[in-house]
Structure formats: structure tokens, C-alpha cells
T-cell receptor, first 111, second 114 residues
Framework: RKEVEQDPGPFNVPEGATVAFNCTYS??????FFWYRQDCRKEPKLLMS???SGNEDGRFTAQLNRASQYISLLIRDSKLSDSATYLC????????????FGKGTMLLVSP | IAGITQAPTSQILAAGRRMTLRCTQD?????MYWYRQDLGLGLRLIHY???????GKGEVPDGYSVSRANTDDFPLTLASAVPSQTSVYFC?????????????FGEGSRLTVL
């Protein structure tokens, strides 16, 4: 099982749609979880951290299920500007404490 | 606000040549990282440094070396470039070690090895 797995997509949705991304991770000792956003040919940028109780930031909601080792990101009322690749990121504490990135899920929002 | 500056932005390099990718941050962050990003493989950690004077190996360190002489600079050197090192390289930093917080990335260096 790969350390962090995501559906690569692309997810093609119309403006205003609700879309959900899923991510699974293999290291049960992982402590910290994040969603990053990467625009085409740009650097990744932090979208939001993921907390155990779930958290919301405007149209974005992140959920964590430690028992299932599963993370999700829900985007409501999609905008054209949401088109990007969304990276699931997990803190890996085995060997060295650094982040492990999923390969990303591409979202394309159309008019 | 500069954040992280990488140079060069892009470079075409002949196989066997030595190349240093430069990375400078002005945020006084303790930890710095080098990642490479390849299509279908995502971001993979090459080397990291939790604080000035220390470095560590990441997931794909072979063929690369780093140094951290001071807080701000974290250059990545390819001693003898090979075509498989063609990639986009991202330098990143975080305030603390252990990557428990936000990573700030540079704009990337696109390297082509022929």
C-alpha cells in the first residue's frame, strides 16, 4: 500500500457543483494532515490543515477518520478559480519527520 | 515579501555536467527541504535540513548533495547530471523542524538534462 493515495482524476464539474476528494494513508502513526493546492506549473500552497474533529474554511470542509486512515476534502459551490490539483499531505514520522505528498487530484471547473 | 527564491528558473544541461540549484529564504525558518516533482510520481523529498549545520536524506537522495552553512541558504548540487534527473525542483521551508506546520515553497526550477 502506498503511503498516501489519491484518485488522480481529473474531476470535471460545472460551476456551483459540490465535489469531494478522498485520500488514504498507510502510516497509522501519522500526526499531521493537510490539503495543499497546486495550480498548473506553479508551486504548491497550503489550502488547509485537517483536524481530528473536522474543520471548515468557507466553502472548503476537511474531515479526518483516523480509524480508517482516511482524509477528505469537500468543496461546495465550485468556482472556476478552484480549478487546480489538490494534494493530500501527511506527516511521516518514520525515519525523518517530513511530509509525504499524495500525487494529487486534478479538478477542472467549467462554466 | 520574497519568501523563498530559487535560481535558475529553468536550465538545460548536458549529461555529466555539475549543476547547483540555489535556494534562499528570508523568513528565518529553521527547516528547509528540496523536492522533485515528476509527472505521475508527485512530490518526492530529496534532502532536508532541520536547522543550519545539519542535513538529512530524504526519499530520493542519490545523485544529489546539499549543504546548510547558514539559516537562509540551502543549495542543491547535482555532481554529474543524468537524464533521469530531468524534473521540476522545489525548495521549501518551514518555521520548525519536523514539518508539522506549513511548508512554504519557491516557484521551482525546471531542469532538463540531455
Amino acid at each position: 500500500r502506498k503511503e498516501v493515495e489519491q484518485d488522480p482524476g481529473p474531476f470535471n464539474v460545472p460551476e456551483g457543483a459540490t465535489v469531494a476528494f478522498n485520500c488514504t494513508y498507510s502510516n497509522s502513526a501519522s500526526q499531521s494532515f493537510f490539503w495543499y493546492r497546486q495550480d498548473c506549473r506553479k508551486e504548491p500552497k497550503l489550502l488547509m490543515s485537517v483536524y481530528s474533529s473536522g474543520n471548515e474554511d468557507g466553502r472548503f470542509t476537511a474531515q479526518l477518520n483516523r480509524a480508517s486512515q482516511y482524509i477528505s476534502l469537500l468543496i461546495r459551490d465550485s468556482k472556476l478559480s478552484d480549478s487546480a490539483t489538490y494534494l493530500c499531505v501527511v506527516n511521516n514520522r518514520i525515519g525523518y519527520s517530513t511530509l509525504t505528498f499524495g500525487k494529487g487530484t486534478m479538478l477542472l471547473v467549467s462554466p | 515579501i520574497a519568501g523563498i527564491t530559487q535560481a535558475p528558473t529553468s536550465q538545460i544541461l548536458a549529461a555529466g555536467r555539475r549543476m547547483t540549484l540555489r535556494c534562499t529564504q528570508d523568513m528565518r525558518h529553521n527547516a528547509m527541504y528540496w523536492y522533485r516533482q515528476d509527472l505521475g510520481l508527485g512530490l518526492r523529498l530529496i534532502h532536508y535540513s532541520n536547522t543550519a549545520g545539519t542535513t538529512g536524506k530524504g526519499e530520493v537522495p542519490d545523485g544529489y548533495s546539499v549543504s546548510r552553512a547558514n539559516t537562509d541558504d540551502f543549495p542543491l548540487t547535482l555532481a554529474s547530471a543524468v537524464p533521469s534527473q530531468t524534473s521540476v525542483y522545489f525548495c521549501a521551508s518551514s518555521e520548525g523542524a519536523g514539518a508539522v506546520g506549513e511548508l512554504f515553497f519557491g516557484e521551482g526550477s525546471r531542469l532538463t538534462v540531455l
